[in-house]
């Protein structure tokens, strides 16, 4: 069960003083918990998997808490020990090599910064407007996939149509989005291109 | 078949850790799969924040109950004696590989009796008005394990000194199986035939998973550890049941009372499928059930000083005599063979 020890190159301190203990604890739960989850489900691809491991991560802070080591609860230290142990069940599900490989160099999502909140907005009215111009059917798939989050079957009962087709449109839908939106799309980051922890 | 559309449920984790895994290799055997792919991940994070909506709130009920627990089985479970010196380490170093499923060749020496049976789903036989199969019974004598392998692609690794019935409506509408003694199932989840393993003190359902089962008769209890997936534990009456999480240990005892552990030993518990026997802190009366179970050994113990001991130790070893001296020698005690029977002497007084 190591952890991993690393000295991340910079990163912003916690805005409030350091706490200890529970009450650290609960702070980096409620506020890392779900990205967490996101990062590790794009490593393990299955939300069940992801929730284990973010879970156990958890578990484990709890019964060290209070041990020396400021940074356990920041940010960097989660997500890179959440990657750890995302490649760790990828290991022990043997997954092929190769996917093991993509996952280990998934960069951690960074905080934005003022530069990205500027293009994000830029982006959203892009987003926007390729949804708005998807064919009728599709948009409304995808919208009430997107946008309300209703599972599969429960958009199938509300459109009356079959399960088949709503993943069908679902996908064209993404296929469309894809398209319209290549530009916004970034190349994924090269490897090289990386802040690099040496953690293995 | 695994289809491009199937990448948005990867993205979304709409999937199993299977089916996950599938689509894993399915994206990794192709270059031009896990640039779509990129790009899929890439639009899903323009088009909103999170894949999906995660339970915050419910995350954190399960993890403050489990911190409970965790906690009081971190302060109760610290050796009463710390026996640095006789912890023998004869376990090969190194993870115990669980989800690496070479029973049959594992270097263990112990005679492991290997059949592949095909329980003929009783529905298929229903359906063409066969007479459906006879219930099928295994069993392993102490000393003995049995791996068996379901038509349906499940597979029951049975432990020594066991028994494992599969009725003869085993497929018709569940898959119940019944068991005594220790087994370690690999289920292929199948929602519309539930797997079922009935014991004495309650029933483990399978949700996906795999998942060991220990009720032998004599300890009047029931001990699940789930080493992947979900699984459900029930009482034999009763009609609640409890979802047990991987690395989760479920005990349901003679009294009917249920103790959910989480994040034990995997290693530990599931130790005896690589052929090796590990106790951590154990009392001394289940360590010699045990080697009785895998040596088939009746072992005699006059010493009433001994019972009280409780240690940690490991064998991995075929043979009963090297086992019973590594015990010895831990105890500071001497040992008598005669065939099956097996005599346990002090030879100093219990610190």
């Known amino acids: 069960m190591s952890e991993p020890s690393f000295r991340p190159r910079s990163w912003t301190p916690a805005p409030a003083s350091p706490r200890t203990g529970a009450a650290a604890w609960e702070a980096a739960f409620a506020t890392c918990y779900v990205e967490l989850c996101e990062y590790v489900l794009r490593l393990v691809g299955s939300a069940e998997a992801a929730e284990d491991v973010v879970h156990d991560l958890f578990l484990q802070l709890w019964d060290t808490r209070g041990a020396p080591g400021q940074g356990r609860l920041s940010r960097p230290y989660l997500f890179v020990a959440a990657r750890n142990r995302a490649l760790k069940y990828l290991r022990h599900r043997r997954v092929v090599a190769a996917w093991i490989e993509r996952a280990s160099q998934e960069q951690a999502p960074l905080v934005d910064s003022p530069e990205d909140e500027c293009l994000r907005r830029e982006l959203d009215d892009a987003v926007q407007r390729a949804i708005a111009e998807l064919p009728s059917r599709c948009r409304e798939v995808f919208v009430l996939r997107r946008r309300d989050a209703l599972p599969y079957d429960q958009i199938a009962a509300r459109l009356g149509v079959s399960l088949g087709t709503v993943k069908s449109q679902m996908w064209r839908a993404t296929v469309r989005l894809k398209e319209r939106l290549m530009p916004f799309l970034a190349p994924p980051v090269s490897a090289k291109d990386r802040p690099t922890y040496h953690l293995f | ?351």
Do not use: N
């Open chain 2, 1 to 351: 078949m695994i289809e491009y559309s199937d990448l948005l449920r990867l993205v979304e984790g709409e999937c199993s850790p299977e089916e996950a895994a599938a689509i894993q290799a399915w994206v990794a055997a192709d270059p031009a799969r896990g640039e779509l792919l990129d790009q899929v991940r890439a639009l899903w994070r323009l088009t909103g924040d999170p894949s999906r909506p995660w339970d915050l709130a419910g995350a954190r009920d399960r993890l403050l109950r489990v911190r409970g627990r965790h906690a009081a089985q971190r302060s109760g479970g610290l050796p009463a004696r710390s026996r640095a010196t006789g912890f023998l380490r004869m376990a090969r170093a190194g993870p115990l590989p669980v989800w690496r499923r070479v029973w049959v060749a594992s270097p263990w020496v112990l005679r492991i009796a290997v059949t592949l049976v095909l329980v003929i789903a009783g529905w298929a036989a229903w359906q063409r008005g066969a007479p459906p199969v006879p219930a099928r019974e295994y069993v392993t004598a102490p000393g003995q394990r049995l791996a068996v392998s379901f038509s349906d692609g499940s597979r029951v690794l049975l432990g020594v000194a066991s028994r494992l019935r599969v009725p003869r409506d085993y497929g018709v509408r569940t898959r119940a199986v019944e068991l005594e003694g220790e087994a370690y199932f690999v289920v292929r989840h199948d929602p519309a035939h539930p797997f079922l393993v009935r014991t004495a003190h309650g029933t483990t359902e399978d949700l996906g998973t795999e998942f060991d089962v220990r009720a032998y008769r004599e300890e009047r209890s029931l001990q699940v550890i789930v080493a992947a997936g979900r699984v459900a534990l029930r009482r034999t009456e009763g009609a609640d049941s409890l979802l047990l999480r991987p690395r989760d240990r479920g005990v349901i005892d003679a009294g009917g009372t249920v103790t959910i552990i989480s994040g034990v030993s995997l290693k530990h518990y599931l130790a005896w499928i690589r052929g090796t026997l590990q106790f951590d802190d154990a009392p001394l009366g289940g360590v010699l059930a045990q080697l009785e179970r895998w040596y088939d050994l009746e072992i005699q113990t006059t010493d009433r000083s001994l019972e009280r001991e409780r240690l940690t130790i490991s064998f991995t070893t075929a043979a009963p005599d090297e086992a019973l001296s590594a015990l010895a020698r831990v105890l500071g005690a001497r040992f008598t063979r005669e065939e099956r029977v097996v005599r346990l002497t002090s030879v100093r007084p219990v610190r």
